[in-house]
Protein backbone atom coordinates (compact mmCIF):
# COMPACT_ATOMS: atom_id res chain seq x y z
CA UNK A 1 0.00 0.00 0.00
CA UNK A 2 1.63 2.97 -1.24
CA UNK A 3 2.32 5.67 2.15
CA UNK A 4 1.07 9.65 1.77
CA UNK A 5 3.09 11.67 2.59
CA UNK A 6 2.66 14.10 5.18
CA UNK A 7 2.63 17.95 4.15
CA UNK A 8 5.38 20.32 5.74
CA UNK A 9 5.62 23.86 5.85
CA UNK A 10 8.11 24.76 3.52
CA UNK A 11 11.85 25.21 5.07
CA UNK A 12 13.49 28.71 5.62
CA UNK A 13 16.15 28.05 2.92
CA UNK A 14 13.38 27.51 0.20
CA UNK A 15 11.48 30.46 1.89
CA UNK A 16 14.32 32.88 1.45
CA UNK A 17 14.84 32.17 -2.13
CA UNK A 18 11.47 34.06 -3.27
CA UNK A 19 10.56 38.10 -2.92
CA UNK A 20 8.13 37.67 -0.25
CA UNK A 21 6.51 41.06 -0.31
CA UNK A 22 6.38 41.06 -4.08
CA UNK A 23 5.52 36.87 -3.78
CA UNK A 24 2.29 38.16 -1.35
CA UNK A 25 1.34 40.70 -3.33
CA UNK A 26 1.04 38.67 -6.69
CA UNK A 27 -1.15 36.31 -4.80
CA UNK A 28 -3.78 38.64 -3.32
CA UNK A 29 -3.58 40.43 -7.20
CA UNK A 30 -4.44 37.24 -8.37
CA UNK A 31 -7.32 36.60 -6.27
CA UNK A 32 -8.93 39.84 -6.20
CA UNK A 33 -11.09 39.02 -8.98
CA UNK A 34 -12.34 36.00 -7.28
CA UNK A 35 -13.29 38.45 -4.71
CA UNK A 36 -15.11 40.85 -6.81
CA UNK A 37 -17.11 38.50 -8.57
CA UNK A 38 -18.20 36.75 -5.38
CA UNK A 39 -19.22 40.11 -4.00
CA UNK A 40 -20.74 40.89 -7.42
CA UNK A 41 -23.60 37.67 -6.67
CA UNK A 42 -23.85 39.65 -3.00
CA UNK A 43 -24.64 42.77 -4.71
CA UNK A 44 -27.11 40.86 -7.41
CA UNK A 45 -28.91 38.75 -5.36
CA UNK A 46 -29.91 40.64 -2.56
CA UNK A 47 -30.70 44.19 -4.71
CA UNK A 48 -32.65 42.20 -7.22
CA UNK A 49 -34.02 39.42 -5.16
CA UNK A 50 -37.39 39.90 -5.38
CA UNK A 51 -37.24 40.96 -8.96
CA UNK A 52 -34.76 37.33 -9.96
CA UNK A 53 -38.07 35.44 -8.06
CA UNK A 54 -40.34 32.63 -9.53
CA UNK A 55 -43.19 35.07 -9.10
CA UNK A 56 -41.62 37.77 -11.73
CA UNK A 57 -39.56 35.87 -14.51
CA UNK A 58 -39.85 39.55 -17.22
CA UNK A 59 -42.33 37.23 -19.38
CA UNK A 60 -44.79 39.53 -19.40
CA UNK A 61 -42.45 42.76 -19.59
CA UNK A 62 -43.13 45.74 -22.12
CA UNK A 63 -39.57 46.51 -21.83
CA UNK A 64 -37.17 47.00 -24.63
CA UNK A 65 -34.10 45.85 -22.62
CA UNK A 66 -34.56 42.95 -19.44
CA UNK A 67 -32.21 44.66 -16.74
CA UNK A 68 -33.25 41.66 -14.32
CA UNK A 69 -32.46 39.19 -17.03
CA UNK A 70 -29.30 40.78 -17.93
CA UNK A 71 -28.16 40.76 -13.71
CA UNK A 72 -29.33 37.22 -13.85
CA UNK A 73 -27.38 36.35 -16.54
CA UNK A 74 -23.99 38.03 -14.95
CA UNK A 75 -24.91 36.03 -11.58
CA UNK A 76 -24.54 32.60 -13.25
CA UNK A 77 -21.75 33.95 -15.50
CA UNK A 78 -20.30 35.08 -11.92
CA UNK A 79 -20.91 32.11 -10.11
CA UNK A 80 -19.32 29.80 -12.89
CA UNK A 81 -16.53 31.44 -12.80
CA UNK A 82 -16.19 30.82 -8.94
CA UNK A 83 -16.92 27.35 -9.11
CA UNK A 84 -14.30 27.08 -11.53
CA UNK A 85 -12.05 29.03 -9.26
CA UNK A 86 -12.73 26.91 -6.28
CA UNK A 87 -12.41 23.59 -8.66
CA UNK A 88 -8.51 24.54 -8.75
CA UNK A 89 -8.39 25.20 -4.83
CA UNK A 90 -9.06 21.47 -4.17
CA UNK A 91 -5.85 20.00 -5.78
CA UNK A 92 -4.23 23.33 -4.29
CA UNK A 93 -5.47 22.46 -0.41
CA UNK A 94 -3.41 18.80 -0.87
CA UNK A 95 -0.65 20.48 -1.04
CA UNK A 96 -1.11 22.52 2.50
CA UNK A 97 -0.28 21.52 5.87
CA UNK A 98 -3.52 21.57 8.03
CA UNK A 99 -2.56 25.32 9.48
CA UNK A 100 -1.62 26.46 5.97
CA UNK A 101 -5.40 25.85 4.62
CA UNK A 102 -6.55 27.79 7.47
CA UNK A 103 -4.32 30.53 5.97
CA UNK A 104 -5.22 29.90 2.77
CA UNK A 105 -9.30 30.29 3.59
CA UNK A 106 -9.03 32.68 6.41
CA UNK A 107 -6.61 35.13 5.27
CA UNK A 108 -6.45 34.61 1.27
CA UNK A 109 -10.39 33.78 0.98
CA UNK A 110 -11.82 35.66 2.99
CA UNK A 111 -9.36 38.31 3.92
CA UNK A 112 -9.22 38.39 7.65
CA UNK A 113 -6.81 39.82 9.67
CA UNK A 114 -3.57 38.43 11.11
CA UNK A 115 -5.52 38.53 14.54
CA UNK A 116 -8.24 36.64 13.68
CA UNK A 117 -5.84 33.87 11.36
CA UNK A 118 -3.64 33.93 14.49
CA UNK A 119 -6.26 33.31 16.82
CA UNK A 120 -7.73 30.49 14.71
CA UNK A 121 -4.50 28.77 14.70
CA UNK A 122 -4.24 29.48 18.57
CA UNK A 123 -0.79 30.75 17.62
CA UNK A 124 1.10 33.93 18.48
CA UNK A 125 2.14 36.06 15.84
CA UNK A 126 5.63 35.44 15.38
CA UNK A 127 4.79 31.58 15.42
CA UNK A 128 1.78 32.75 12.54
CA UNK A 129 4.46 34.55 10.34
CA UNK A 130 6.74 31.57 9.55
CA UNK A 131 3.48 29.41 8.41
CA UNK A 132 1.80 32.26 6.24
CA UNK A 133 5.02 32.67 4.31
CA UNK A 134 5.17 28.82 3.50
CA UNK A 135 1.26 28.89 2.83
CA UNK A 136 1.65 32.28 0.25
CA UNK A 137 4.83 30.64 -1.43
CA UNK A 138 3.22 27.58 -1.97
CA UNK A 139 0.11 29.23 -3.50
CA UNK A 140 2.06 30.98 -5.80
CA UNK A 141 4.02 28.25 -6.63
CA UNK A 142 1.07 26.52 -7.32
CA UNK A 143 -0.53 29.12 -9.69
CA UNK A 144 3.01 30.23 -11.18
CA UNK A 145 3.26 33.63 -10.12
CA UNK A 146 6.17 33.43 -7.48
CA UNK A 147 8.85 36.21 -7.32
CA UNK A 148 12.25 35.52 -6.80
CA UNK A 149 14.80 37.38 -5.51
Do not use: W
Not at 12 to 22: G, H, K, P, R, T
Not at 66 to 87: H, L, N, V
Request: aromatic share 10%; glycine share 2%; hydrophobic share 35%.
Amino acid sequence: MPRIRKQELLKNNVIDLFNYEATKKAVLLHFQEYHQKRAMIDVIESSYSSSLSNDNMGIFSSKISDPTGQKGTKCIQYKEYIESFDATLRPLKLKLTSDEKIILEKSILTRHSDEDVASALSLDKSNLYPRKKSCFIKVALYYGIEVYK
